[in-house]
């Protein structure tokens, strides 16, 4: 099964808009996505199509995903320095 077709219409839209600086990696029941080499979020694979995540969730990836397009993540992310 090709994972682009478990993610819903709306995030596909925004990935297949960004061009080739993203990628999809499955897990058993998840489905990573990468933009730019920094993961931008995790979507579950049992939704399809104009199912949508429920709540503001979809939204909330494809905020994500933007972000990780141009470049701001946030410090969740980032390697951080040792404390000295």
């Known amino acids: 099964m ?6 819903p219409k709306k995030t596909r839209r925004v990935l297949e808009e960004l061009g080739d600086c993203w990628r999809l990696d499955e897990g058993a029941k998840h489905i990573r996505i990468f933009v730019n080499e ?3 979020g995790i979507v579950p694979k049992k939704v399809r199509g104009d199912g949508g995540m429920p709540g503001r969730s ?3 990836v494809i905020a994500q995903i ?3 397009a141009r470049g ?3 410090n969740r992310r980032a390697v951080l320095a ?3």
């Open 72 to 74: 701001d993540v946030s």
């Open 38 to 40: 920094t993961m931008a």
């Open 66 to 68: 933007r972000r990780a």
């Open 2 to 7: 090709n994972a682009l077709n478990c993610l």
């Open 58 to 60: 979809e939204l909330n």
């Open 82 to 84: 040792p404390a000295t």
